[in-house]
């Protein structure tokens, strides 16, 4: 079935007794296209929560039009919402027009809360008790091993869960981990070299220890998603996560960007590192040999400017720009004033100092 993108005349947090912590229109991140009949239930349950998380507390006539689900099928979804105490009736809307008022829905906010832990911090891990609208209630952490050891990086883990479990007030509806490393969507780490796992079934082994629900994720790749939910970011964007590594999240197109080997934004960073790290070692040769008293004196490499351009009004030796053409460089003095930069050259013999460019609109005139 589809989804329609028809948004209702009038916002539910406009109505009376709304719900103050709507996020506004939901970002969406599911697919809006047919799915399978044997999914079609839990895509419904899915999108039912994730619209009454976003945009707060409507009617159940309101939530139909705005998934563009059947009322019988909203009906049904919303009974067994609130048998599992996750969606609470709130009260009738002040009528606005002839007719029996709607009562409003929502998702009970304080009813619940979850766990996030964060396994990408350079000294620690760190976790929190959080409310269903995302707001801290109790924080901890607990010493990272100092060393890659993969068994200790569990244990370390698994205390803290326990602690934060025990510090919760209301009944936990899962765990949410962001760790460091390659992570496919089913939570098995394929390698994190800074925690020494390697295909380790992260999110299958704590949810068996704790009895709960729990998802694993990439450090970044959760990181973006957090920012293109209640952040400003648009359709198209990248997030740099800087810990004791270094990650990226992509989102393109409003979907998130994995790639094939779930590593998407591992490849952007180490050809950054890469980068970097070849540029760093040349200065290092250069200002190591002989007359190179200190940084400021290595050569400054060439301006990189679009192609068909030259520029030599660098101070220091000039970089010759090669030419299409061969010819004899003339020796007559000559002046150009290209728009807007202007150059001259005396003769030949003197260093060129001039950022003339071809393919620029000029006016040059040989005496």
Known sequence: MSVSDEQRPASPAEYLGANSH??????????????????????????VLQTLYHAGAMSRADLSRETGLTRVTISDLVAEFIADGIVIEMGVREAVGPGKPPILIDIDRFGHQILGLDLSGPSAFTGAVLSLDGDVLERREVPRPE????????AALHELAQTLVAASTQPLLGVGIGTPGVVRPDGLVLSSPNLGWTDFPLEAKLGVDLDLPVLARNDANAAVLAE???????????????????GAGLITGSQPLLGSRFAAGRSVTSWSARTAGHGARAARTDASKPGSASAASVPRSPPILPRGMRSCAMPGPAWPSPSPRSSPRSTSPKSCSPDPLTCSTASSSTPRSRPCTRGLSRACSRT
């Open 228 to 246: 293109y939910t209640f952040g400003d970011a648009k359709a198209d964007f990248m997030l740099i996560k800087i810990g004791r590594g270094v």
């Open 22 to 47: 709507a996020f506004g229109p939901g970002r969406h991140l599911r697919s809006r296209s047919k799915v399978l009949p044997e999914h079609a239930r839990g895509h419904n349950r899915a999108l």
């Open 147 to 154: 060393s890659p050891d993969g068994e200790a990086a569990y």
